[in-house]
Structures are given as C-alpha cells and as structure tokens.
C-alpha cells in the first residue's frame, strides 16, 4: 500500500543508488512541488543538490526573504539571486501578455544557466515535475511551453543538457502534499495557494514598472494576510489581487483623487482547469476593501471579480 514513508523511503534509496556522487542543480520556486522534491534529494545526496531560487521582482511581498530564509532552516544548499533588474529591463514597455511571459522565460533561463555553471562538476537538473504534469499537454501559458519556445529561438541552455532527475513524477498534488507533511516541510509551504511562475506580472495589466509592482504588492498583502486572519484562506484554492491600469474619480479628506483599481480574485477550483468564484463574506470584503484604499498610495478604488472559469480564466492575462 502507498503511504508517504514508504515512498519517501522507496525513493530516497532509489535516488542514492541512482546519483551515487553526482552533483544536482534544482530551481526551487517556493511552490509545493519544487520544495518537496528538494527535501527528498536533500535527504538522498545531502550537500550535493545545489539549489537555486530566483529573484525576480515578481514575487508576492516580503516572499523572496520569508522563503529563503525557510528553505535555509531546512538545511538546503541553496543560493538566492537578486535579478529583480533584469527582469524589470527585459519587461519594460511589454503589454502583450504572451510576450510578458515570454520576456520573464528567456531571463529566467539565462539567469539560472549562468548559476548552474558556477556549480563544477554537474550533471543532474533536478525538477519538481509531478504526474499531472506529465500526463497532460503542456499548457499554452506553462513554464515548459517557455522553454520549448526557447528552443526554437537558439541552441539549448547548458543547463538543459544535464540529465533530468524527477522524483514526484507518479504523485498527484495530493499525495505531493501528504509526503511533504511527513518529510517535516513547513505547513506555510505546503499549504500554499499556487502561483504563476511569471508572478505578478500577470497580475498587473499591461506594462511593468517596479512602483506599479510595489503597489500591488502592498494590496496583495493586505489581502491574503486578512484571508488568513479571517480562517479562509485555506478553503479557497487560489486568491490574488490584480492592479488595473484605469484610472478613476475618488476623493480622500477634501480632495479630489484620480487614481489606480486594484481587484480581488478568490476562486474555488479542483485543479485550475475549471473555477468558481468564491463568495467570501461582504465583512471580509469591507475590510480589505477599507485597508487598501486607507493605506495603499495610488489606490482609490477596489472591486472584486465574480466571473467564473470557463469563460473567464483564472489570471486576467
Ligand atoms: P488560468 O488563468 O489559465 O490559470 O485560468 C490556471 C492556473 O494556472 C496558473 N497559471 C500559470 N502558471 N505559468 C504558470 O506557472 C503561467 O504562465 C501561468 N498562467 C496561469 C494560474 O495561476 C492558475 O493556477
């Protein structure tokens, strides 16, 4: 029978036997399933899994830190790379969303070739595939669909040359979860709603710039840390505040504002491919509502989305 240690035993034996001395580089992205996959190799080859985790301006507020910081208390060997610039470079004056998300693959593949070339000697890349991952097509808007289009722009990465190791590849989300919980990992990670690997800038409508990052970041914060105050934020499956670039008519004191929409999404989903708004409390809303526009400079207005998927998708871009 399947249960989480005897796969984490079955697995960790396998991948000893596997990688002997061999040297594995893994970008970890703070996700579930890359931070599962890291704790396994760790457990097997200890200092010799590599671990990188990017920067790149696009994270939720205070997470770069928060999960370095956490994968460090985990005892991973794991280097972080501020390239918020040049991701904040690659993306200025981009407003096609598809081209968005290609700006921030291509630098995320360049930043991460140049840091697995200063690990000597490797020859293992180390990912957090799951089974769903490899069943189904990969996604228009998937991270693997970034690197395909990579391929077909130059010559491959250094770093996709290695020999792919992938540990959770027969696991559901689920079962990701449950070995995470029995492997120690922080509840903070594994109880964490997923994120786009291109981050906020999806998030934010058209052009990037690094204030318009700031702002939403600021908005985000005070949203989700009010879902998790609230008790809520562990029956939604995904939430997130998007910066529209509309302009509207507020007035704060005596003055009249002219000034930016943040939105709030919540949905209920089973595995992202179809969602359902959530009908959070209109309290809650209030709240966060008050909190954003009393304390976020350049934000006078808040609404909440209430389409659901199909037809509307999850992220607005
Ligand atoms: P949509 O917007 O397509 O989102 O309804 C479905 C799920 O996929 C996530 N998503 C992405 N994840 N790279 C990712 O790694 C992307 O480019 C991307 N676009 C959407 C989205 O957050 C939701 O969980």
Redesign the pocket.
Known sequence: DWTPDSFIETTIAELKAKLGDDKVVLGLSGGVDSSVAAVLLHQAIGANLHCIFVDNGLLRKDEYQSVLDSYQHMGLNIKGIDAKQRFYDALAGLTDPEKK?KAIGRVFIEVFDDAAHEVQGVSWLGQGTIYPDVIESVSV???SATIKSHHNVGGLPDFMKLKVVEPLNTLFKDEVRRVGAALGIDPNILGRH?????GLA?RILGDITPEKVDILQQADAIYINNLRSAGVYDKVW?AGAIYLPVQSVGVMGDERTYENVICLRAVESLD?MT?DWCHLPYSLLAKISNEIINNVKGINRVVYDISS?PPA???WE
């Open positions: 998300r808007k998937g991270p997923p994120f786009p690997g291109p999806i995904q992202g969602a998927k998708t999850i992220e």
